[in-house]
């Protein structure tokens, strides 16, 4: 009964349940408790398994599914001659062995917690109960006694006070770990292999800390030079963190051996211009011809330009052996914005290099600071579509640059959790935590990060914990509000410093080699300060590489047809492939009737609603060699169960893409359904439209309003990204849109925002009306030979308004975009019509229907279907023979929303140049409001039908 005895003393209260608890689950898989628990079951003879298998039977305790069958053959014996040992003395072997393993368990699950991370010292260290021997009921002179671990921790049998060194060093050293939270016990077992026995301490020859020792010299040195030439200018430099500069390139270099042919980096301001030239090279002579003031494009090249710590640059450099694309994003103060981004990047460079599978051939690297990771939702966003089947990139490195403060925060102020990296166990990444001050250990964790990268394909997160040497920026006065925190910096010696003295004491680098190598470097500097004098730009690379042969947009006043109809037969071709679904696919009835009426309405020419219109665009680029990714939140069937271009079997769940489906050889579509995110999705395909010109990139809201959570992707990138940073992009915003009585929040896509957001050509803003019309808005991305983001306010009740409709021939040759659609119904002769009507978007079809009930002839309807670039040509055109007509213009939107305060004195303008009786619109629409609509149905119907008679004059 041995066995029985032995465990009886660990098997009370909260131990029983636990180790019962991973018996159940050891016996029924293995591999699905920690391996330290897997070597002591195997090792426990069949008297002590019972004693477990019946504490696993109470009613707190999991049970297998199926039984336990017959468990793993033992390993090892429990102790060597253990059947002739004294009966007390197994008890107390294995009672050991138990409790042993529990405390090393917990110092993989707590070790970080008493890790050295601090390069300041201010952090009070405690001995966490759990990483107290004495918890396990370990005593003083139970220090030096052997106890079998069946090589736990690479050992045999080792003694406590062995056991706690190898614990300690390993996870209670500069290196902190967090990874027990991980699900999957590969990762968590690769992990453990790279860490236990703190293999950082012997892991870098004479060469290596050289190479170590180089890169922290052009990390400082860079920020000492650039403080002794600009002493009065910002630059948001990264001293006291200048190690993230050895951590990014070591990244770079470790997945560049592993075959990576691409690496965008996004980060915010902090350390910008010191990856800028030590990670990306961009030369130091054009940073100092900024500093200067100089401009940072050539004379030729337009652009408003930004300030030097938030632009972005690119290179192809040797690393490993191999050429490698590097690009670091542009970005504005919005912190973590360019988080997405460059996921969208990343993905967009994967599937234009056909990487679809592993999706290891690209990746990005993301720098934050640790009050954003922590303080920023984004960053939650952009980590839960890691994993997600249209967003997934292979992984991401992030590294976090941890000054311990943000602007003035302190972090018990700046997020609630123990670590400014917690939100990143929500996505099961593991979290290395790594002292600044220990170059060596920096280095040796951002090999492990890059690794993990290519062997999982998930991200990782590094933890720089550092500090912040001055204060916000170099004009800033920290004391202010942290003096404790900046005494103790002032006394601080720098990193590449204390680095050096430690390579000459141990005799790895002599002191008079690591002078010669900063003295080096300096003189670099000086002599790429002296070129900045007359540096100048020749040339920038916005328009090389993938988007060549595009150019900038030309003027304002500029408004030609783009080549975008198409052969009636190609159309019907795609017609009848949105139409037709294998023999042996159940498709819904409902949808199959949806299919029967598409086919119909392009085998008549008749009667081509919305949805139809935007697959026939689809299916037609699709067949030009243009892929089209549309993505959002439930964009596969669209929020109003109108698009369905992902068909889904009503017995098996399998998917059908009629798109997919047109003939041999045409490229690809995807629609994805996003997770319920705006501002992470948007700023993903955005990015992703950055990176492929040629494919058509679509984002579409539920309701259009919900773009309102994307603000700072609108603003601060589709809006200005290409005149600050001469970055291009195709990317469509569909934004249901239209006024029926469903209350604030499903009424308005609030489209005066971006009108005025609206400038220089920035971008196309839209409010059509025909479902011809939006086909040639969709082409017209393509086909033009420059990049616009288009925003379109998209119809809800028009999806299936029987006069929302086009013929096949609208389509056809002889047709493209029309900024401006005239008259089309029988009144009397233009100069005796007494009323204009300009209108946009489904308005229109409210003022048609009353004025052909109420037969009104002498009253024009004319839509504005661009808002901008405003078409003041197509306006006058058509404005010009109402020559007796008062003009009109007409809104669901309150006064002031919508397009009155935009279009009011561009209308006049044009009026103004016509030789005709109008020279101001005047408004009609909903009066000024706070909210965009009412949510009472009987309001709104009266609103509506108000402003509708007054606009037809009844």
Not at 579 to 601: C, S
Request: aromatic share 8%; proline share 5%; glycine share 8%.
């Amino acid at each position: 009964m041995a066995g029985v005895d032995i465990l009886a003393t660990v098997m009370n209260g909260a131990n029983a349940a636990f180790l019962a608890d991973l018996y159940a689950r050891w016996a029924e898989n293995p591999d699905s408790v920690d391996p330290s628990f897997q070597e002591l079951f195997a090792a426990l003879n069949d008297e002590a398994r019972s004693v477990l298998t019946d504490a696993s039977g109470a009613s707190w305790a999991p049970r297998p599914r199926g039984g336990f069958g017959e468990p793993p053959e033992p390993k090892k014996p429990a102790a060597k001659g253990a059947a002739e040992a004294d009966p007390e003395a197994t008890r107390r072997a294995v009672l050991d062995s138990i409790r042993a393993l529990m405390l090393i368990r917990s110092y993989r699950v707590r070790g970080h917690l008493m890790a050295q991370l601090d390069p300041l010292g201010l952090q009070k260290i405690k001995l966490h109960p759990e990483l107290d021997p004495k918890s396990y009921g370990f005593a003083d002179e139970d220090m030096d006694r052997p106890i079998f671990l069946d090589m736990v921790l690479g050992k045999e049998a080792a003694s406590l006070r062995e056991i706690l060194a190898i614990c300690r060093a390993s996870y209670c050293g500069p290196i902190g770990v967090e990874f027990m939270h991980i699900q999957d016990p590969e990762q968590k077992s690769w992990i453990q292999r790279r860490i236990e026995g703190a293999p950082w301490l012997t892991a870098f020859d004479t060469n290596a800390k050289r190479q170590i020792l180089q890169q922290l010299t052009e990390a400082e040195g860079f920020e000492s030079f650039c403080a002794k030439k600009y002493a009065t200018t910002k630059r948001f430099g990264l001293e006291g963190g200048e190690t993230t500069i050895n951590a990014v390139q070591t990244v770079i270099e470790v997945c560049a051996a592993k075959g990576v042919k691409e690496i965008a980096i996004g980060m915010a301001h902090r350390g910008r211009l010191n990856t800028l030239v030590n990670v990306v090279k961009k030369p130091f002579t054009q940073v100092f011809s900024e500093f200067r003031g100089s401009s940072t494009t050539p004379d030729d090249v337009q652009g408003s330009g930004d300030v030097k710590y938030h632009l972005g640059t690119s290179t192809d450099l040797e690393i490993s052996g191999q050429m490698v694309h590097l690009s670091l994003q542009p970005n504005p103060s919005h912190l973590e914005a360019v988080d997405p981004v460059v996921m969208g990047k990343v993905r967009a460079r994967q599937d234009m290099a056909g990487d679809t599978v592993g999706r290891r051939s690209v990746m990005g690297i993301l720098l934050h600071g640790d009050a954003a990771f922590a303080g920023q939702g984004l960053v939650y966003e952009t980590m839960a579509m890691s994993q997600l089947i249209g967003y997934r990139t292979g992984g991401t490195v992030h590294i976090i640059t941890n000054n311990q403060i943000g602007f003035t925060t302190v972090p018990a102020h700046a997020y609630s959790g123990l670590y400014c990296t917690d939100i990143a166990k929500a996505i099961q990444a593991p979290i290395l935590h790594v002292n600044g001050d220990d170059p060596e250990a920096v280095v040796f964790c951002a090999r492990m990060c890059a690794e993990f990268r290519m062997q999982f394909g998930a991200d990782i997160v590094l933890d720089i914990v550092c500090y912040r040497r001055h204060g916000h920026n170099e004009t800033d006065e920290p004391a202010f509000t942290q003096p404790i925190m900046y005494a103790r910096i002032r006394e601080m010696q720098t990193t590449r410093t204390l680095y050096a003295e430690r390579l000459a004491k141990e005799g790895s680098v002599p002191a008079e080699e690591s002078k010669a190598i900063n003295d080096a470097f300096w003189g670099q500097l000086d002599d790429a300060f002296q070129a900045a004098q007359s540096f100048k730009p020749n040339k920038a690379d916005w328009l090389e590489g993938h988007w060549s042969g595009l150019k900038p947009a030309g003027s304002d006043a500029e408004e030609k047809d783009e080549p975008t109809a198409i052969p009636l037969e190609t159309l019907r071709e795609v017609g009848a492939a949105l139409a037709r679904v294998p023999a042996d696919f159940n498709a819904n009835p409902k949808i199959i009737r949806q299919l029967e009426a598409k086919k119909q309405a392009i085998e008549t020419g008749e009667g081509i609603d919305w949805s139809t219109g935007e697959a026939l665009a689809f299916g037609t680029l699709l067949l030009d060699g243009h892929r089209v990714r549309l993505s959002g939140e439930d964009v596969q069937r669209g929020t109003f169960s109108q698009r369905h271009s992902v068909l889904t079997d009503q017995v098996t769940q399998a998917d059908y893409v009629p798109l997919n489906n047109i003939r041999e050889g045409q490229t690809r579509f995807e629609a994805f359904n996003s997770l319920l995110s705006e501002m992470g999705v948007l700023g993903f395909d955005y990015g992703y439209s950055l990176a492929d010109p040629n494919t058509l990139v679509l984002w579409e809201a539920q309701f259009g309003d919900f773009a309102n959570g994307a603000q700072v992707i609108i603003d601060q990138f589709i809006a200005s990204g290409e005149t600050k940073w001469l970055r291009m992009s195709g990317l469509v915003m569909l934004l249901p849109h239209g006024y029926e009585g469903q209350g604030p929040e499903h009424s308005s896509a609030r489209y005066e925002r971006y009108l005025q957001l609206c400038a220089e050509r920035n971008m196309r803003v839209g409010n059509i009306t025909t479902p011809a019309n939006y086909f040639h808005a969709l082409r017209r991305q393509l086909r033009a030979n420059y990049r616009k983001p288009l925003i379109l306010m998209t119809p809800k009740s028009l999806l299936r308004h029987k006069l929302a409709v086009s013929k096949l021939e609208d389509f056809g040759p002889g047709t493209a975009f029309r900024l401006v659609l005239p008259e089309t119904d029988e009144l009397v002769a233009p100069s005796e019509v007494k009323r204009v009507v300009l209108c946009s978007g489904k308005v229109y079809y409210d003022l048609l229907a009353e004025r052909r009930d109420k037969g009104v002839k002498d009253v024009a309807l004319i839509r504005l279907e661009q808002l901008h670039p405003f078409p003041r040509i197509s306006l006058a055109r058509t404005l010009t023979p109402y020559t007796n007509a008062e003009v009109i213009w007409c809104q669901e939107e309150p006064e002031n929303m919508g397009g009155w305060t935009f279009v009011d004195r561009r209308i006049e303008k044009v009026l103004g140049a016509l030789d005709i009786k109008a020279k101001r619109p005047v408004y009609v629409g909903r009066e000024e409001a706070a909210s965009p609509a009412t949510g009472l149905a009987k309001i709104h119907a009266a609103q509506q039908e108000a402003l509708v008679r007054k606009a037809l004059g009844l």
